[in-house]
């Protein structure tokens, strides 16, 4: 069984940045695809972006490319998400998923574990 907790939300002026950070415990880390949900007020959850065991095939959103960076430490059994330039639709409660697989997709139900979210406010 895997535990993901996220931490790292908060509120921002829009143009601000954030670096939200994923903790896993409880599983072979190194072993899992792990991704990078959101869900806003109202609205269904959705991909933001994805990164393979190794660090290599990430993969983003095109609402998020160019301004989100995924990446993973793997002797911190980590993953993060940079957020620059961020805008008040970037207003959401963010997951970390993990799926017991190399690789992940951009598809909520491949992934096995999720974490409790962690809210982003964006103001204009």
């Known amino acids: 069984q895997v535990q993901l907790v996220e931490s790292g939300g908060g509120l921002v002026q829009a143009g601000g940045s954030l670096r939200l950070s994923c903790a896993a415990s409880?599983?072979?880390?190194?072993?899992?695809?792990m991704g990078w949900f959101r869900q806003a007020p109202g609205k269904e959850r959705e991909f933001v972006a994805i990164i393979g065991w190794n660090g290599g095939r990430t993969y983003y959103a095109d609402s998020v490319k160019g301004r989100f960076t995924i990446s993973r430490d793997n002797a911190k059994n980590a993953v993060y998400l940079q957020m620059n330039s961020l805008k008040p639709e970037d207003t959401a409660i963010y997951y970390c998923?993990?799926?017991?697989?190399?690789?992940?997709?951009?598809?909520?139900?491949?992934?096995?574990?999720w974490g409790q979210g962690t809210q982003v406010t964006v103001s204009s």
């Open positions: 409880g599983g072979t880390f190194s072993r899992y695809g």
């Open positions: 998923g993990a799926k017991n697989t190399l690789y992940s997709g951009s598809e909520e139900r491949e992934y096995d574990y």
